[in-house]
């Protein structure tokens, strides 16, 4: 099932998974309105990914988000891995490379066939991010343009996921939100999205108005916890206001140090006892990163060598990856200054 907003996630651990994840991402395709062109390198990719996993990793996860690229339709390639970790990046890209015995073209063929390639490997595992979208691509087996990156899955067994978020771009300031639903299912999903469909109605009013607004809004629901993220690209700062459990951090600088955000105990649409907003300095190059309590706090980028400077939607998946609690769904999402998002 494809869910605007929501990442479409296969668990690939036996061959047959291969092709669930080509089917699903041939069902993306269709829903985008693809080309047979891109359809077909979409197969491939999706193909080639899935089989590495299972090659070089037993097994890892396939993650699938449709995108917007300046207007164009897109869909977005994450294969997450807790293998070994390749020795030499650069060697394993080149064609007829392979320490499995294969033809060695799978990472080069993705790279070659994708808008924009992006890969991270350390002794914990590989993340791999490969992005198609329909059209000439402006430059191909280069770094997504794209400065957001987001995994958003539901509770296993559940068909829609209880989180949700959205961006919004106001003259010089990137609006970011997200709401996790009290509980999972539909129920949790209807909330969530009320407090989405309230800020994209409030969203030029600010962080603070945002979150007082979806306070009434959501009455008639169960109840979410909500965050609201303004970067003032012109100005340097980040506003940010939040009610309940979601985290969000502002990492930056060499040794990646974060800079947690607060937000107050409460349930929007129910208990809400403060709305308050803080502002910080938002410096060139820094990340912002949110999540839902799907995914455990402890996570530290500095941990991973050379990951912060890596795509937005790599390092959401790295974290999602790592640290994603198994009971609940799931939302990461990592933005940074200076790339468009989409």
Excluded at 79 to 86: Q, W
Aim: one cysteine or more; hydrophobic letters at 40%.
């Amino acid at each position: 099932m494809i869910v605007p907003g929501q990442s479409a996630v296969v668990s690939v651990d036996e061959a047959t998974r291969v092709g669930e994840a080509r089917r699903l991402a041939a069902s993306m395709a269709e829903r985008l309105g693809f080309g047979g062109g891109t359809r077909s390198d979409l197969a491939i990719v999706v193909t080639e990914a899935a089989t590495n996993l299972l090659k070089h990793a037993t097994g890892g996860r396939l993650v699938l988000r449709p995108i917007d690229e300046l207007g164009a339709a897109g869909v977005e390639v994450l294969a997450l891995d807790r293998g070994p970790g390749m020795a030499d990046v650069g060697r394993c890209l080149a064609d007829g490379f392979s320490t499995a015995g294969s033809p060695g073209n799978g990472l080069g063929a993705i790279r070659r066939l994708s808008t924009g390639f992006d890969i991270h490997s350390s002794p914990s595992g590989t993340a791999m991010l490969a992005r198609l979208v329909e059209g000439p691509p402006a430059a191909r087996g280069t770094h997504p343009r794209s400065g957001l990156g987001v995994v958003n899955q539901a509770l296993d067994g559940e068909e829609v996921s209880g989180d949700a978020w959205a961006v919004e771009e106001r003259e010089g300031r990137t609006l970011i939100a997200v709401a996790d639903g009290l509980g999972h299912g539909l129920p949790a999903s209807e909330a969530a999205r009320e407090a989405v469909r309230t800020f994209r109605d409030r969203a030029a009013d600010g962080p603070g108005a945002v979150l007082a607004a979806a306070h009434d809004a959501l009455r008639k629901t169960r109840g979410a916890a909500m965050a609201v993220a303004e970067i003032d690209h012109l100005r340097g700062r980040l506003c940010y206001a939040g009610v309940g459990n979601i985290s969000g951090s502002i990492v930056a600088g060499p040794e990646c140090r974060g800079t947690g955000l607060v937000s107050h105990n409460g349930t929007v649409g129910h208990a809400v006892r403060k709305i308050q907003e803080f502002a910080h300095p938002w410096p060139a190059g820094a990340l912002l990163v949110m999540h839902s309590d799907g995914l455990g706090t402890q996570w530290r980028l500095g941990a991973y060598a050379g990951l912060a400077s890596r795509s937005p939607s790599l390092i959401a998946g790295v974290l999602y990856r790592d640290f994603r609690r198994e009971r609940d769904d799931v939302t990461v999402l990592a933005a940074r200054e200076g790339e468009a998002p989409a």
